[in-house]
């Protein structure tokens, strides 16, 4: 069983910088394709960025040019990096391990609140 634990949300003011981190463990952490996904009230859950085992990194538009999505294997751990934050960044962000044939796996989600 793979778990994944959020962390590093908050309340920030527009144009300010977070930081989320995503801890897994139960697994080979580095075969996984790791993501963040997000939901804003009444909304659904969309992607926000994906790493995949090899490094190749994908944004959706919206936060291309603000957001960093990186890994770091040996601490079994993917990071969000948050810059130019808007309001419409307002949401829990979920973090995501997915492995075809493994499993699709989630955590609890962290509230990432952007106003002033």
């Known amino acids: 069983q793979v778990q994944v634990v959020e962390s590093g949300g908050g309340l920030v003011q527009p144009g300010g910088s977070l930081r989320l981190s995503c801890a897994a463990s139960?697994?080979?952490?580095?075969?996984?394709?790791m993501a963040w996904y997000r939901q804003a009230p009444g909304k659904q859950r969309d992607v926000v960025a994906i790493?995949?085992?090899?490094?190749?990194?994908s944004y959706t538009e919206s936060v291309k040019g603000r957001f960093t999505i990186s890994r770091d294997n040996a601490k079994n751990t993917v990071y969000l990096q948050m810059n130019n934050l808007r309001p419409e960044d307002t949401a829990v962000y979920y973090c995501?391990?997915?492995?075809?044939?493994?499993?699709?796996?989630w955590g609890k989600g962290t509230l990432v609140t952007v106003s002033s």
């Open positions: 790493i995949t085992s090899g490094g190749t990194t």
């Open positions: 995501n391990a997915q492995k075809p044939g493994y499993g699709y796996y």
């Open positions: 139960g697994t080979i952490f580095s075969s996984y394709t």
